[in-house]
């Protein structure tokens, strides 16, 4: 996953968009990249590392314009040691274009033969978001043929893009000498919205992004559709699929989403609220609350499921983990071992809290469960008679090939292994996990006009309909990392998103 800015103002930009890449921080933190344009000229800074390690002062006044892009990234296909798959991504013909990316493209493999047999152009990176850009540029460069560019062009083009690519792409591109275009896939899976400001008009993946930098959030962009926000700020839009469904990313609102946005008409602490009420169901139909005496969640993102399953269940609610915010990630360290020391670098233990105490641990989700079993150590350390674990998301059981980096099947605590296998695994008293179909009307309760949602990882159901067990690994033999250093690049590795705030 990613998080993408685009803004077309009559100031300059440079600023503005640092601002807005802090708040979206949280959806990536290995690489971070600005491109500005003035006078059809554009200047770019990009590099590997956080969005305030990457651009100091003198890269800030290296950035001039009243238009540009940003982009925080988290690699889930490509190289993620490579400093070249950084993005912003750019061509020169037609016109010169910039691009950012959030997603994951499901037929990268098929399109990259197609650019160098049929469109004669050249792909220097493993980056699908490269890819991406080349197929945009190909189809302006026929749409367009040497004339000059228009509104209908663009969303001509586009309209061309959606029939070629597949997978999930939530994309903001600039033109140089024309404006700013941004477009979603088909199924709305990877998010997008927009804003404005005083003028100024703003693109983000997320609505904290806009209200964070005083912009009025206006709309999310639909499924499908292309806006194209030319130099004078005037916003032009059009549906360009033929048959849109919006199907977000549930993912998004278990965990990725910081919880003070809204994504597609729903409130993510909303969603996790509601999660866990329908978890508390769950638990007591497994543990009788008289059993628990005390509810802690694994800081930070299942804190509002907790602390509403406490209150439904009538228990007390407690801290019992601090989080050192200041420890390095825990994929960066090789190995297993040193991954399991991490765990207690950066999570430290509260003992009174479960001191002679049945404690109720309350997770977002649980992916490895490599985590879950040291914290579940951790518990019964400090002295915690009982321990038992809820999930407020179902097991995951499936890889997911639209922009989140999850292990492969094999290495998924759920994968082909039954509730009772897993808790014996990670060593607690009793699991419990939230269903399916009661995740889906916990959270599509708040938009009834989501019909769906993406929730591939869970039940194996992918949305476009295109993927097979070839794509499934292929896509995961082309996951970030490798073998190199024995990294772990998985969702579990994420810091959490409040730490951002």
């Not at 032009?236 to 597609?264: G, N, T, W």
């Not at 990294?487 to 579990?492: A, C, F, G, K, Q």
Request: one cysteine or more; hydrophobic letters at 40%; a neutral charge.
């Amino acid at each position: 996953m990613c998080g993408i800015v685009g803004v077309v103002s009559n100031a300059p930009v440079n600023q503005l968009i640092y601002d807005a890449l802090l708040l979206l921080q949280h959806r990536g933190q290995d690489a971070a990249g600005i491109v500005t344009q003035q006078e059809r000229k554009f200047f770019m800074h990009k590099a590997k590392g956080m969005v305030r390690d990457v651009f100091r002062t003198r890269n800030m006044r290296s950035l001039p314009g009243n238009c540009g892009l940003g982009q925080v990234r988290y690699p889930t296909a490509g190289n993620a040691f490579s400093e070249e798959e950084a993005q912003p991504f750019y061509v020169n013909a037609p016109f010169g274009i910039v691009l950012v990316h959030n997603g994951n493209l499901t037929n990268a493999h098929a399109l990259k033969a197609e650019l160098f047999s049929n469109d004669h152009r050249h792909i220097n990176t493993d980056s699908d978001s490269e890819v991406l850009l080349n197929v945009l540029a190909h189809e302006l460069g026929e749409t367009t043929r040497g004339l000059p560019l228009l509104p209908r062009d663009v969303f001509a083009a586009v309209r061309k893009v959606h029939q070629r690519i597949k997978g999930s792409y939530a994309v903001i591109a600039m033109i140089a000498g024309h404006g700013v275009l941004a477009f979603r896939d088909p199924f709305g899976i990877r998010p997008l919205c927009i804003g404005h400001g005083e003028g100024t008009v703003l693109l983000a993946s997320e609505s904290v992004a806009l209200e964070g930098t005083s912009h009025k959030f206006e709309r999310d962009i639909a499924p499908g559709e292309a806006v194209f926000i030319d130099l004078q700020g005037k916003v032009h839009a059009q549906q360009c699929a033929e048959h849109p469904v919006l199907s977000p990313c549930i993912f998004e609102y278990v965990y990725l989403a910081r919880p003070d946005s809204v994504m597609d008409g729903i409130s993510v602490y909303q969603a996790r609220l509601n999660l866990g009420e329908t978890l508390a169901k769950r638990v007591i139909s497994t543990v009788p609350p008289n059993e628990i005496d005390v509810v802690i969640p694994i800081p930070e993102s299942s804190r509002p499921s907790a602390a509403q399953l406490a209150q439904l269940l009538g228990l007390p609610y407690r801290e019992g983990f601090v989080k050192n915010r200041y420890v390095g990630r825990t994929f960066i360290m090789p190995g297993q071992s040193v991954r399991k020391k991490s765990v207690r670098q950066k999570l430290n233990v509260i003992a009174s809290e479960f001191k002679g105490r049945n404690v109720l641990l309350v997770d977002d989700s649980i992916v490895r469960g490599t985590t879950s079993r040291e914290i579940v150590q951790m518990a019964r350390e400090a002295g915690a008679r009982k321990v038992y674990m809820a999930s407020a998301a179902p097991p995951v059981r499936y890889p997911n090939v639209y922009g989140i980096d999850m292990p492969t099947s094999e290495e998924l605590v759920a994968h082909n292994r039954t509730v009772e296998q897993i808790r014996a695994i990670i060593g607690c008293d009793a699991l419990i996990y939230q269903d399916v179909d009661g995740m889906k009307k916990a959270i599509g309760s708040l938009n009834p006009s989501i019909k769906d949602f993406d929730a591939s990882c869970f039940d194996g159901v992918y949305v476009t309909g295109d993927i097979t067990l070839e794509d499934i690994a292929r896509l995961n033999a082309s996951r970030v990392g490798g073998e190199e250093a024995g990294e772990d690049n998985s969702r579990l590795a994420l810091p959490n998103h409040e730490d951002q705030a």
